[in-house]
């Protein structure tokens, strides 16, 4: 987010607080998106109820959100919060489907969506769908919502470092999961 988009965002903020609707309005259109997409990948077919249910809780905690502090980071937590509380209270879901961004003209694209890009749809899906949820949570923050790695340490709760390690770690159990997807399938086991 630019310094310009970072300033009407805390006015913004600033007028929610004091009860402004248009500006939770206009707060919600920034970050709708993302928010879906984060809880896309944590919840599936439940993400659009997730957002809508975080957004509404939001709105009722903004009076416990520091001033000055980054809002994106703070209203991606809650998203992910309630999608995982969507998730618990749904059956297991087959497959966990993933809404794609399509990266905008002129944005340069990174390395690792460069390749995430190569592989199909289908495949990705159940790759990242078999992954375990703070993997999932971390990818989704990092590609899916584009949140800076200060932006992820914020809505994680941890050190700027962690979020290195995990992402880490994550992308490398994802190129794990895809290359058994695409290994031939064989009756011997594997070892590793």
Known sequence: ?????????????EQAKAGDLDAFEHLVVLH???????AYVIA???????????????????????SGSPFRPW???????????????????AGLALRLADVPAGVERSPEEAA??????AELVRAVSGLP??????LAYRYFAGL??????????????????????????????????TAPQSSEATHG
């Open 116 to 121: 995430l890009g190569a592989i199909s749809r």
């Open 133 to 138: 949820e703070r993997d999932r949570l971390t």
């Open 1 to 13: 987010m630019r310094g310009e988009d970072r300033l009407d965002e805390t006015e913004l903020v």
């Open 44 to 66: 599936g077919s439940d993400a659009e109820d997730a957002a809508q249910e975080a957004f509404v809780k939001a709105f009722r905690a903004l009076g416990r959100f520091r």
């Open 148 to 181: 800076s790695e200060a932006e992820m340490a914020t809505a994680m709760s941890c050190r700027p470092g962690t979020v290195k390690s995990r992402l880490t770690r994550a992308l490398a159990r994802l190129r794990q999961a895809l290359s058994d997807q």
């Open 75 to 93: 209203l991606l937590r809650i998203v992910a919060n309630e999608a995982r509380n969507q998730r618990r209270g749904a059956a297991r879901r």
């Open 32 to 38: 709708q998106r993302a928010a879906l997409q984060v």
